[in-house]
């Protein structure tokens, strides 16, 4: 179910920076998760490590789930929760399965072409990553809380 945000006016284009601070952020959020399913594999497996075809599926699934369950719920994963990021769609709604899918694997892309797909934010009008253009989404600045507060009480003043 889509969910269309209320602040578009008040957002503008998410830069590099941070988006390479959530990128750090949930990279470490996701370690952990990581973590959690090696030791799980290695307890099934009666204590030997797991480095078969299943055990890597799983992983990447898990990565996947991790980062669609975020973006198609609130548009925000920890870290960009941290750094005020959201993905949408270019008319301020929540992404589907599909686009997240599709942001999802340009994003590998992206990370294995040494990191070009996150560079072109630098060159790109609208500060659009490669997969931001595939998914037809955007990342965007949240303003800071008290000052969503503050035009939320202004607009219920009129």
Same mark, same amino acid.
């Given at each position: 179910?889509?969910?269309?945000?209320?602040?578009?006016?008040?957002?503008?284009?998410?830069?590099? /920076?941070?988006?390479?601070?959530?990128?750090?952020?949930? %990279?470490? +959020?996701? &370690? !952990?998760?990581?973590?959690?399913?090696? =030791?799980?594999?290695?307890?099934?497996n009666? /204590?030997?490590?797991?480095?078969?075809p299943?055990?890597? %599926?799983? +992983?990447? &699934? !898990?990565?996947?789930?991790?980062?669609? =369950?975020?973006?198609?719920?609130?548009?925000?994963?920890?870290?960009?929760?941290?750094?005020?990021?959201?993905?949408?769609?270019?008319?301020?709604?929540?992404?589907?399965?599909?686009?997240?899918?599709?942001?999802?694997?340009?994003?590998?892309?992206?990370?294995?072409?040494?990191?070009?797909?996150?560079?072109?934010?630098?060159?790109?009008?609208?500060?659009?990553?490669?997969?931001?253009?595939?998914?037809?989404?955007?990342?965007?600045?949240?303003?800071?809380?008290?000052?969503r507060?503050?035009?939320?009480?202004?607009?219920?003043?009129?």
């Amino acid at each position: 179910m889509s969910r269309r945000f209320t602040d578009l006016d008040d957002s503008w284009p998410a830069g590099l /920076g941070r988006r390479l601070g959530a990128m750090i952020y949930d %990279a470490l +959020l996701l &370690l !952990a998760v990581w973590m959690l399913i090696g =030791f799980v594999g290695v307890a099934l497996n009666q /204590g030997e490590a797991n480095e078969s075809p299943l055990f890597q %599926a799983v +992983l990447f &699934l !898990a990565t996947f789930v991790f980062f669609a =369950f975020f973006w198609m719920r609130g548009g925000m994963t920890l870290g960009m929760q941290a750094w005020r990021l959201r993905v949408q769609t270019h008319d301020g709604v929540s992404i589907g399965l599909w686009q997240s899918l599709v942001r999802f694997l340009v994003a590998g892309v992206a990370l294995l072409a040494c990191g070009l797909g996150y560079w072109w934010i630098l060159f790109d009008g609208e500060k659009r990553s490669w997969p931001d253009l595939a998914s037809g989404t955007r990342v965007v600045v949240l303003p800071k809380r008290s000052k969503r507060a503050g035009v939320a009480s202004k607009n219920s003043l009129d």
